[in-house]
């Protein structure tokens, strides 16, 4: 072995290290939170992060990821955030309570900066940004919630079923630019007894089938997974069209800048619905986010114009020189 070698398997080792690390006490962060919500009689659902990786590898450090994911019901927010107040933890926006419950209508998470570092907790109550039009009903998810337990202590998360459409649009909304995703999916898959009948009954009736089955098409491609027959069925020529583009955009190392026109004609490319493709371009237009609400302090009688601001934002942006987008961690 020469010198380059052992430089770089040592620097993979100390890469491996600090993931672990972090990973552990993300861990720990994660269930002191579950913990002290609880006593204060506060139902949240942990996913991805380190109990998937508990799920789907039976170890959190098997797993990469730099933060927390919960998913709330909504009208438990603003208790969650006095709760987590307590634990240290502050809001990245922060709105007047009316404010705050038009927020909730449009927006869909909180992030979350503690002693650590910013945006370690992303508290949700949508899996997605409303314009993207993909209508899972959290408070289902919570009905159908399944337990996995770490280091004794006992969380409730979203049901496989859930979970494998929720990792499906979320691989989706990134153009799959990790195979890790991939790879999740696949364990979740082969680990699970899933319904796949069910499964795409519920993919037909969100109108993302072709996501679905796009998602386990590039599996195979890439990891040679086995397709499902029920998914497989839902294979067409845009769908097969769309497997080989995103491949492409794979092997290249080729990122897609979530604020351009390609992005979102991608984003309409994937459904197969035209009232959904329609309804994507409608929200994204119009639908108020984060950004707009901290761009500007309006008067409550002025919050409509909150769109007149999205407006004025989006198309901003998609008429500024494009830039190169950076790399999102797993999540």
Same mark, same amino acid.
């Given at each position: 072995?020469?010198?380059?070698?052992?430089?770089?398997? /040592?620097?993979?080792?100390?890469?491996?290290?600090?993931?672990?690390?972090?990973?552990? !006490?993300?861990?720990?962060?994660?269930?002191?939170?579950?913990?002290? &919500?609880?006593?204060?009689?506060?139902?949240?659902? *942990?996913?991805?992060?380190?109990?998937?990786? $508990?799920?789907?590898?039976?170890?959190?450090?098997?797993?990469?990821?730099?933060?927390?994911?919960?998913?709330?019901? @909504?009208?438990?927010?603003?208790?969650?955030?006095?709760?987590?107040? $307590?634990?240290?933890?502050?809001?990245?926006?922060?709105?007047?309570?009316?404010?705050?419950?038009?927020?909730?209508?449009?927006?869909?998470?909180?992030?979350?900066?503690?002693?650590?570092?910013?945006?370690?907790?992303?508290?949700?109550?949508?899996? &997605?940004?409303?314009?993207?039009?993909?209508?899972?009903?959290?408070?289902?998810?919570?009905?159908?919630?399944?337990?996995?337990?770490?280091?004794?202590?006992?969380?409730?998360?979203?049901?496989?079923?859930? &979970?494998?459409?929720?990792? @499906?649009?979320?691989?989706?909304?990134?153009?799959?630019?990790?195979?890790?995703?991939?790879?999740?999916?696949?364990? &979740?898959?082969?680990?699970?007894?899933?319904?796949?009948?069910?499964?795409?009954?519920?993919?037909? #009736?969100?109108?993302?089938?072709?996501?679905?089955?796009?998602?386990?098409?590039?599996?195979?491609?890439?990891?040679?997974?086995? @397709? *499902?027959?029920?998914? /497989?069925?839902?294979?067409?020529?845009?769908?097969?069209?769309?497997?080989?583009?995103?491949?492409?955009?794979?092997?290249?190392?080729? /990122?897609?800048?979530? /604020?351009?026109?390609?992005?979102?004609?991608?984003?309409?490319?994937?459904?197969? #619905?035209?009232?959904?493709?329609?309804?994507?371009?409608?929200?994204?237009?119009?639908?108020?986010?984060?950004?707009? !609400?901290?761009?500007?302090?309006?008067? #409550?009688?002025?919050?409509?114009?909150?769109?007149?601001?999205?407006? @004025?934002?989006?198309?901003?942006?998609?008429?500024?020189?494009?830039?190169?987008?950076?790399? $999102?961690?797993?999540?």
């Amino acid at each position: 072995m020469n010198a380059g070698d052992s430089t770089g398997l /040592e620097a993979l080792r100390q890469q491996d290290q600090s993931n672990a690390h972090r990973a552990l !006490w993300l861990t720990v962060e994660l269930l002191n939170i579950c913990r002290h &919500l609880q006593a204060r009689g506060l139902e949240v659902l *942990p996913y991805k992060g380190p109990v998937l990786a $508990e799920m789907l590898y039976g170890n959190v450090a098997l797993r990469q990821f730099s933060d927390l994911d919960l998913l709330i019901r @909504c009208d438990d927010l603003p208790r969650i955030k006095v709760a987590l107040a $307590e634990l240290g933890y502050a809001p990245g926006l922060r709105l007047a309570q009316a404010a705050e419950r038009d927020y909730l209508k449009s927006g869909y998470e909180y992030t979350f900066d503690g002693a650590r570092g910013r945006n370690l907790l992303e508290i949700k109550w949508q899996v &997605l940004p409303r314009f993207y039009a993909i209508g899972f009903d959290v408070g289902d998810f919570f009905k159908r919630a399944a337990v996995v337990t770490i280091e004794g202590q006992k969380l409730r998360t979203l049901s496989d079923q859930d &979970l494998m459409l929720v990792l @499906c649009v979320h691989a989706a909304k990134h153009a799959w630019g990790q195979i890790s995703w991939l790879s999740d999916i696949v364990q &979740l898959a082969r680990s699970r007894a899933l319904d796949w009948t069910a499964l795409r009954a519920e993919a037909e #009736r969100l109108g993302i089938t072709r996501i679905v089955t796009l998602t386990f098409l590039l599996a195979h491609e890439l990891l040679g997974a086995e @397709c *499902p027959q029920q998914i /497989e069925a839902g294979k067409d020529v845009a769908t097969e069209g769309l497997t080989q583009r995103i491949l492409k955009m794979i092997v290249a190392d080729e /990122e897609f800048d979530p /604020e351009t026109i390609a992005y979102f004609r991608l984003m309409t490319g994937l459904r197969e #619905r035209r009232r959904d493709r329609l309804s994507f371009w409608w929200r994204l237009l119009v639908t108020p986010g984060a950004g707009e !609400w901290s761009a500007v302090q309006l008067p #409550r009688p002025l919050f409509p114009l909150y769109r007149v601001v999205r407006v @004025c934002r989006l198309t901003g942006r998609l008429i500024a020189p494009q830039h190169s987008p950076q790399r $999102e961690g797993s999540a």
